[in-house]
């Protein structure tokens, strides 16, 4: 009897670095047909098994062709709340029992973005996303899975786990006034993360490994600045969620090299920041940011910096809490005007010094009425005609 390819979801997705694990299943059998729908859309939202709609596969088997045994096959859901996926056309195991091997991923390479390619190596029996590229718009990015297993007609009657993982990193920017300091008001009106390495080659074998990301950005310098501008402004005194509609952005791993603010104010050698769209009022109303010149030409907000030293690994959430108690960063190195200045530049005091009183003495003449300033005994004339 033949035995049909199926792929079925028994818990959720194993998401690395996440609280719950969420596990696909291959399952073997005649006894299920699925219809498709149309592919899911994971703009920077975290996949799950809830929003999974479909993922792909291209698979190998052990013959002496080098070709893939099917590749870039849609599988989806047979329906809502379904644990079942399966391609549209059936495939089946060999009947001698030899291994077929997966890579599964979603969502497609089209999907991921403009210059994204899937190329397929027939020799070694691997499979590279070549020259992924994240959406220069945080929105718009998207949650790239993957994962590879094995699996064959003897040892996989009931299952083969097919565990999926994140293969980009999420992160997240939140804004806090710890210990705040009520003599400013902050409104957010957008967000950036720039100077990330915006392109990448994903090995997807190297990945399966867990010893590597799978990532190689040896071939590309080209660097980023993902934006966000939200519809509405946000007050940081409300507790500004600033990613809370989109999640996080979803950019590739990576080594980052902060911008040097105080030798590289123009920021020439792009090193790595991140920025709010700010507009600062003090509580009675006074605009401190934007500066004079651009509020003079029309600027309603303006960009404020920080710069950022770290290391984004695959299948982590970084979440970055602006904090500002005592500061407002830097002006951003793309403004035309200021940039790497601070903005809030040296707190307000004074040091005081309090002159003696200078006395003054009067006479009032209750007869004529006359108020007079009395000399002092060192100016009084000697009526006398004495010095």
Known sequence: MKQKLFLAAMAAIAMTSCSNDETLEINTGTERAIDFRTAMATRAIETTISNLDSFYVTAFNENIINAPYFKDLKFKKREENSTIFVSEDKYYYPGDGTNLTFYAYAPSAEELGSGSNLEIDNTIKNLTLKGFSPADSIPDQVDFIATKTTG??????????????????????????????????????????????????????????????????????????YT???????????????????????????QLTAWDVVNDKDNTSKGAYISLLLKITTKDGALVYPFKKDAEAGKTHAWAAIPVNATWEAGKKYVYRLNFASGAGYVDPEEKNYPGKPILDGEVKFDVEVTDWESHDYTGNMENGEITEDLDETDTEDPWGGE
């Open 152 to 225: 064959n007609n003897k040892n996989n009657v009931d299952s083969v786990p097919l565990v999926f993982k994140h293969c980009l990193s999420q992160i997240e920017i939140k804004a806090i006034q710890q210990n705040p300091n009520n003599s400013y008001s902050f409104e957010i009106k957008g967000v950036r993360i720039a100077q990330a390495i915006s392109k990448g080659d994903f090995d997807f074998t190297a990945f399966a490994s867990e010893s590597e990301s799978g990532w190689n950005l040896s071939a590309y310098t080209d660097k980023q600045i």
């Open 228 to 254: 966000y501008e939200f519809d509405e402004p946000k007050d940081m005194a409300q507790g500004a969620s600033l990613m809370d509609k989109c999640g996080g952005a979803m950019l590739i791993p990576q």
